[in-house]
């Protein structure tokens, strides 16, 4: 197989682009698609100060690998979710790689503002799935350190499968307020709230795979022991599914959703994000999720 | 030696398949669709069209993951 570029020797094939690329090609296609979508939806200018969270998988390494060649003035949030070996390797991956780069980064452990309870329990006292808890107090901690120390934008390594498994997921059961919030840039009405961007929205699992290998990335291969059987796998599964039938699919799914459909539903999100009454991090309700889990945490 | 030696990751399973094979055959055959996995020979990408040889070792590295969006 030849490369679509220079007929080298391709070292990945990508049929939703109909194409194949050696690895010099595919490194510069896949910058450009970033750029272009960092620059398509001005996620943000070169100097600001962008909070590049990451997790030690695949995804967000490559985005703060991507980002910081690129010269943008960025900085890593890893935080320890107390889910035992599985969190001890990623964290120590994701140190390495900052290490390795010279990179600044944050580390928060998070078992410290739930009384050293970790996300799973947390999420057998409220009753709620693990990955939903999880999700509550990632963007909690995103929030909070990014105001803190004064950063103007927080980026995250979902990618085209996170985020067309996510559509799906809403459109099968029709979360027309969810709809209206799925966005790769959610801008914040209160100047004091951070701006959130995805700027790998449109790049699929597969790509950000493949340049994390290219790159020489050590990232976390194993996957959280809680994710086996969540919804979203099930979705992402349905998708691939649909992809190998009729390539490109997927990312026609979500960028239509992105170009033509998600400003129908934006009317259905009642108002956007207040302060919480109790943390002053956003918040849909008059006590946001964080607070309302850490609640139930702190009692014995 | 006519066995290829392939390496399922993150699941950590080992299995053998008979060799020499192209890797879009060998997926076919494990029920894997191409576009979820890299496939992994002495630390390079293979497309589908290569041929695994008997006495080889690959890695089968699922690039799905997930579970909080």
């Known amino acids: 197989m030849k490369c679509r570029s220079c007929r080298r020797k391709a070292v990945t094939k990508l049929r939703a682009h109909n194409s194949a690329f050696c690895r010099d090609c595919f490194l510069l296609f896949f910058r450009r698609q970033v750029h272009r979508a ?3 939806l001005r996620m943000f200018e070169p100097g600001e100060r962008i909070l590049v969270a990451v997790s030690g998988g695949k995804d967000s390494l ?8 690129a010269g943008y003035n960025t900085t890593g949030l890893h935080l320890a979710l107390g889910i035992g070996a599985y969190s001890t390797a990623s964290r120590e991956k994701t140190e390495r790689f900052a290490k390795s780069r010279g990179l600044e980064l944050i580390v928060a452990d998070v078992t410290e503002g739930t009384e050293q309870r970790g996300v799973s329990e947390l999420a057998r006292r409220q009753r709620r799935s693990t990955c939903s808890v999880c999700g509550v107090i990632k963007r909690h901690y995103f929030d909070t350190i990014a105001a803190e120390r004064g950063f103007s934008v927080i980026a995250t390594g979902h990618n085209l499968d996170d985020e067309a498994a996510r559509l799906l997921a809403n459109v099968l059961r029709w979360r ?100 919480c009454q109790c943390c002053g991090r956003p918040s849909y309700g008059e006590t946001c999720s964080f607070c309302r889990l850490t609640r139930v945490a702190t009692r014995s | 030696m006519n066995v290829i030696k392939i390496k399922l990751e993150p699941q950590g399973k080992e299995l053998q398949m008979p060799g020499p094979r192209p890797v879009g055959r060998l997926l076919k055959e494990l029920d894997i669709v191409p576009g979820t996995v890299l496939v992994i020979r002495d630390e390079t990408l293979l497309t589908e069209d290569e041929i695994v040889t008997g006495g080889e070792e690959i890695e089968i590295r699922s690039v799905i993951s997930g579970g909080n969006s």
Not at chain 1, 62 to 69: E, I, R, T
Not at chain 1, 212 to 237: M, N, S, W
């Open chain 1, 176 to 275: 027309t307020d969810y709809l209206g919030k799925q966005f790769p840039v959610l801008e914040q009405r209160e100047p004091r709230f951070i701006r959130k961007v995805r700027p790998f929205y449109l790049i699929s699992e597969l790509e950000t795979a493949t340049y994390a290998f290219l790159r020489g990335i050590d990232y976390v291969v194993e996957e959280c022991p809680y994710a086996a059987g969540a919804t979203q796998l099930h979705c992402k599964e349905a998708l691939n599914r649909l992809e190998e039938a009729m390539p490109g699919t997927k990312r026609a799914f979500l960028s239509e959703f992105v170009a033509r459909m998600q400003q129908r539903f934006s009317g259905e999100v009642e108002r956007g994000a207040r302060a």
């Open chain 1, 38 to 40: 960092i620059k398509s």
């Open chain 1, 62 to 69: 490559a985005l703060w690998d991507l980002l910081c060649s």
